[in-house]
């Protein structure tokens, strides 16, 4: 598993710039990236040794990210939208004492578990 936590952005898909070698997030893969309140979000996903990681960043520029609110539960391999000032998210596996299903939504104001 090659897990890094390089940025790199491209203007016209041909010629790429890296924008940060080293991310303040760990090196992970099955992970979410999308675009929510001009800003790039990282969501979920899982690194070295199958850590699955419930970690959320956002940066406005991929080269400086913050912290944010995680999800309710570690996990990867899922999708997510933005819609009406929120981010929902479904789908997706989790490993915490077995393998899981998780389907959550998550939005600006708070984290709710949909069943």
Not at 1 to 10: L, N, P
Not at 48 to 61: C, G, H, I, L, Q
Not at 69 to 83: K, S
Request: glycine share 10%.
């Amino acid at each position: 598993m090659f897990c890094v936590s390089q940025v790199w952005w491209t203007a016209d898909g041909a010629v790429w710039t890296c924008a940060t070698s080293e991310a303040a997030f760990t090196g992970r893969q099955d992970f979410v990236l999308l675009v929510f309140s001009g800003q790039l979000w990282l969501l979920g996903g899982y690194g070295r040794s199958f850590y699955y990681t419930k970690e959320v960043w956002a940066s406005a520029d991929g080269v400086q990210w913050a912290a944010q609110a995680p999800l309710p539960a570690p996990m990867a391999t899922f999708a997510a939208v933005v819609l009406n000032s929120s981010i929902l998210t479904t789908g997706g596996v989790s490993y915490t004492s077995g393998w899981t299903t998780v389907t959550v939504e998550y939005k600006t104001v708070g984290i709710v578990l949909l069943k």
